[in-house]
C-alpha cells in the first residue's frame, strides 16, 4: 500500500480545498479528475476493508 486510508482522506480533502478557491492556479479538468479518482479509490478501500465489522 502506498498511502494509508487516512493520508488519502487528507490529500482528498485538500485538493477539494483547494478547489473552491476561487482564483486557484490549479483549477480544471486535471484536478477534478484527480478528486473524483481519489475519492473512488477510498470508496473502493473502504468497501473491500478485511477489517471492517
Request: proline share 2%; net charge positive.
Amino acid at each position: 500500500m502506498l498511502l494509508m486510508k487516512n493520508q488519502k482522506q487528507l490529500i482528498l480533502a485538500i485538493l477539494k480545498k483547494e478547489n473552491k478557491r476561487l482564483f486557484s492556479k490549479h483549477k480544471g479538468e486535471l484536478l477534478d479528475k484527480t478528486i473524483e479518482d481519489l475519492a473512488q479509490m477510498l470508496r473502493n478501500e473502504i468497501v473491500n476493508d478485511p477489517n471492517k465489522s
